[in-house]
Structure formats: C-alpha cells, structure tokens
C-alpha cells in the first residue's frame, strides 16, 4: 500500500462524486445528507510512466504500482464532534489516514441544496475545522486522564506525554489546527498514536462548475490555503466523474479539449506526495514493483515495508537510478559503467532508485 487519503467535508459538496471520478467505484450519490453512512473505501493504482518505461527495458511483465487508498466518509454538520449527524462514528474512520482532502463547495447548482444556505467557502472550512479540533479535544483529553496519575506519581515516562498533551491543549484550544504547528517528531509520533485529525497534512479540494471559468470561491480558497500552508487543487468532480466513464484515449482527447493536462487522480496525487514528502522506489528481483516511502528513509528500513524480514536479515542493497537506465538502455550496461551500487543498512534511498534488497533470515 503506498499511503491513503480521507475524503471529508460538509454534506452535498461532491465528495461521493468526487470519490467516484477517483476510484470508479459508483458510490451513491443523492441530493440530501448523510448519503453514505458507511464509508466508501477505494485502492487504485497510482499512475507512474516510469514504472512502465522500466517495465520496457527490463523486459518485465506485468509490473505492480504503488497504491492509494480513498476513505469517503459522511458529509460532517455543525455538532458532529459531539455526534450531531452521528459525526464521532464518521470521525472515527478517517483517525489513521495519511491525509485528509477536505472538499469545499465552489460550483452553483439550485437542485442541490446547501446546509448551510448558501455558498461561503471560508466560512464552510471554518465549520469543519472547529469539528476536527473539538474531536481532538476529546480524545486527549480521555488520554491525559489515563496518563495523570501515573504522572504524577513519578513516572518519567509518562509525565514527558502529559507535557506534550498540554502543549498540543494550548494550540486546539487557541483554534489553531496542529498541522500549521511546527511539531517535533516526539510530538508527531504521539499525534499519529492518538490519530488527531488536525494534525494530518490536509489538501483543499475546491469543487468547481467548470475547468477555466474564472471563480471567486476558488479565489478566496487560494489565499487560505497559501496562508495556512495548505495543499490546494481545483476540481470539477461532477466533469471528472464522466471523464471517468469514458475509454482511455477519449479521456485524454476531452482532458485536452478542456485545457487540463492531467487527472483529478493525478493532480491530488501529486499534491499529496509534496505535502507528505513522499518519493518512489523500484524493486527488480523477480517481478518489477513500486513502492512509496517517505523521503529520508534508509535502506533497511525501506526494505522493512516489502516484509519484516527484509528488514530483519538485510544484508545490503544493490542500487542503481532511473536515468541512468535511460541512458544505457539495460541492466548489462549498468554494471559495466560500474553505476550499480552495493549499499549498507543506513543508505539514504533516493527517489526512482531501482533495488535489489539481499537479506538472510
């Protein structure tokens, strides 16, 4: 799996349509909230040329791409920290995603209705923002309880948490997201623990009626998310769900009549990995596959997501890059420019290095 995305916002501003033009998994859609109860969950295939450009040269059949998973759950209301729309059980499904796409309402339509009256995109982030942090309040606040005591009893352990909890307190309770706070990886790891949801990386996914219309709504959008260091990409769901639906070739033929040069898929994937400073390896030892890490990550650590016991047996890794593939054009060349190398446990994994991992169990 490479990582995965909760798609959220308030009800009927297209995220089960936009699900739909994703994952091609026709969620249903209907003109009035809480639609989907359950959450809809799609894996695609992360599009990736170069896995097949490899897949060329190497002569490899049937190569496997990293995937992304969609986790679509109900529109939330005003109150749904509390459980107004049962919104804690819809919070609940997305506390271990990577990150959060939270879909704003651009697009003008009278048949279907707004919860809140009418289109105000700012004021509609603000609602589910206030949402997330209220649900996060909870879930500390239930964690300090169990942590109190032992911390003050003398547990170091313990009263080091207590001291992050409070800290991670004073910023929810300024209104403040965790995710435009400067967090140390203590920090992180502990919010990743507890799965605050405003403290995942999130993307503005702003709905719009039609790609190259001029849109205040978007407009405004922009700024907030510049502002508030924010991924931000517009999309016409309700355009991409019935691109969705049509053969590859005539979907690049209308993405072309339309000006726009890439998938929704595409363009939120690509948002996604700069956000969450993600790269991509290629490993060759019997089928050719891809696979995401997070940028920075070692050898054996990046040979652990493959199976356990790569990590645990890793001997060393044989690597060579993608571009020097180009440029040689096969594998018998590589070695003969001496370009693939032997690599230790803490080599820093590069993106489109391609890998074989050798390892004893």
Not at 315 to 334: G, P, W
Request: glycine share 6%; charged share 25%; with cysteine.
């Amino acid at each position: 799996m490479g990582f995965t995305c909760g798609i959220i916002g308030l009800p009927n501003v297209g995220k089960s349509t936009l699900f739909n033009a994703l994952t091609g998994a026709h969620a249903p859609m209907e003109n009035y909230p809480f639609c989907t109860i359950e959450p809809n969950k799609g894996i695609v295939p992360v599009p990736d040329l170069q896995l097949y450009t490899i897949a060329n040269i190497l002569e490899k059949k049937d190569p496997i791409p990293t995937r992304i998973e969609f986790v679509d759950v109900a529109g939330l209301v005003k109150g749904a920290s509390k459980g107004e729309g049962l919104g804690n059980m819809f919070l609940s499904h997305i506390r271990n995603v990577d990150a959060i796409i939270h879909v704003i309402r651009c697009f003008t339509d009278k048949d279907v209705v707004h919860v809140e009256g009418d289109i105000q995109p700012l004021r509609d982030i603000e609602i589910i923002h206030m949402e997330l942090l209220l649900s996060d309040i909870e879930v500390l606040t239930r964690a300090k309880e169990k942590i109190e005591k032992k911390a003050r009893s003398g547990d170091k352990e313990n009263a080091q948490r207590l001291q992050i909890i409070d800290k991670l307190f004073t910023h929810i309770n300024d209104g403040v997201m965790l995710n435009r706070v400067p967090l140390t990886q203590e920090e992180l790891s502990l919010c990743n623990e507890y799965g605050l949801i405003s403290a995942k990386p999130m993307i503005i996914c702003a709905n719009v009626d039609e790609y190259g219309d001029s849109n205040h709504a978007f407009n405004s959008l922009q700024e907030y998310a510049r502002k508030h260091g924010l991924g931000i990409v517009a999309i016409s769901a309700k355009v991409e769900e019935e691109i969705a639906e049509l053969p590859l070739l005539e979907q690049q033929e209308y993405r072309k009549a339309l000006g726009v040069d890439r998938s929704a898929l595409e363009r939120l994937i690509i948002t996604a990995y700069s956000m969450l400073d993600l790269i991509t390896y290629y490993t060759i030892t019997t089928q050719l596959q891809a696979w995401t890490i997070k940028n920075g990550t070692t050898a054996q650590k990046a040979s652990g997501i493959i199976h356990s016991d790569f990590e645990k047996g890793f001997i060393r890794a044989e690597v060579f890059q993608y571009d020097d593939l180009m440029h040689y054009k096969s594998l018998h060349a590589i070695r003969e420019h001496g370009l693939l190398r032997s690599e230790g446990r803490d080599y820093i994994v590069k993106d489109r290095d391609i890998i074989h991992f050798l390892f004893s169990v």
